[in-house]
């Protein structure tokens, strides 16, 4: 009997460098208060946004993608043509097929690696960390690209008070690779598809062809999303941390997605953080951008914190599914 060949792989990973994509026109909350009937104010309040980053409307995510994962390779180090695994998380792909994954890919040099898009909404970039880091200590790749890459604006109705005002644009990329040491901790995820109807589309393209519906925009009945993100989430990153083997404590960064400044927040009271751990707010001035969220806010706490490379981070995204996901890495 012919026993079959297993690949095997290096005994951890780490993120080697990260790269960003922000879309060009800053929206302040007064470009969108009319349609909503709201204020600046209202939405400082219930959100902390105060601004938020959407792109050109000749600018679509699969371009985000690509100029996040320039950086991101270039600052590696590593070539592209070294990258044999390339995952993109989005929700707003406006071309079901190809998938963005493939023609990045071969726009920054990767070409022929693996390519494949995931639809995990705001937990997206985490189960996409989480696949990289298995597949190569599988031996099933070597050094992977992983981006979250997000044009929300494309599937935002300005007239909807539960979620429109809050969405931005943008993409963040991270270049995964192996590592003597693990960089990247066991991931806990999971999904609640009872509570499908919480966060997503209004419609389906069907219904939009047929004429049944306009173009299907997302929707959220806030208050319970709110309440889950707050509750059952908390739970999720603390579980996060045992899996880790690690405590609050020994955090230097906590990298939640940037669904809302009050969830960051209230995360922040329940974790029991201490005041050295620096929190990621993006959201105040970025937008909650989905999939593009947490690796957007860890670039930009980079920048601003250098100091923080090398240290521990706590990153969790959840969203539309329900989806979750947490894990804690090594700060590139």
């Not at 690509?66 to 592209?80: D, L, Q, V």
């Not at 099933?140 to 644009?169: C, M, N, Q, W």
């Not at 806030?222 to 739970?235: H, I, K, L, N, T």
């Not at 880790?244 to 990298?255: C, H, K, M, S, T």
Request: proline fraction near 5%; aromatic fraction near 4%.
């Amino acid at each position: 009997m012919v026993v079959l060949q297993q690949s095997t792989g290096p005994k951890g990973t780490r993120i080697l460098a990260l790269g960003a994509a922000r879309g060009d026109l800053v929206v302040p909350n007064e470009d969108l208060v009319a349609p909503i009937d709201s204020s600046d104010e209202w939405i400082r309040q219930r959100t902390g946004v105060e601004t938020r980053v959407r792109a050109s409307a000749g600018v679509l995510a699969v371009d985000l993608a690509e100029t996040a994962a320039r950086e991101a390779i270039e600052k590696s180090g590593i070539e592209p043509s070294a990258i044999d695994l390339v995952l993109v998380a989005t929700v707003s792909n406006v071309q079901q097929t190809p998938s963005i994954s493939a023609v990045v890919a071969d726009r920054v040099g990767a070409n022929p690696g693996a390519a494949y898009d995931l639809n995990a909404a705001c937990a997206g970039y985490t189960y996409a960390i989480a696949q990289a880091d298995a597949l190569i200590r599988a031996g099933a790749a070597h050094y992977a690209l992983v981006i979250g890459a997000e044009k929300l604006s494309d599937i935002v109705d300005p007239t909807d008070r539960s979620i429109s005002f809050l969405l931005g644009d943008g993409a963040g990329a991270a270049v995964v690779g192996p590592s003597d040491e693990p960089g990247i901790s066991a991931t806990v995820w999971g999904s609640d598809g009872s509570k499908a109807d919480l966060v997503g589309m209004n419609a389906t393209l069907v219904d939009f062809r047929d004429g049944k519906a306009a173009w299907p925009t997302l929707r959220q009945e806030g208050p319970s999303v709110f309440r889950w993100a707050v509750w059952e989430m908390a739970q999720v990153a603390k579980r996060a941390l045992e899996v880790a083997g690690v405590q609050p404590e020994d955090l230097a960064a906590f990298i939640p997605h940037q669904a809302n400044m009050r969830i960051v927040d209230e995360f922040a009271k329940q974790l029991k953080l201490p005041e050295s751990v620096a929190i990621a707010r993006d959201i105040a001035t970025t937008g909650n951008t989905s999939a593009a969220s947490i690796p957007l806010a860890t670039h930009r706490l980079l920048e601003e914190h250098p100091e923080l490379s090398g240290g521990l981070a706590l990153q969790i995204g959840f969203g539309a599914g329900l989806v979750f996901g947490a894990q804690v890495v090594v700060l590139p």
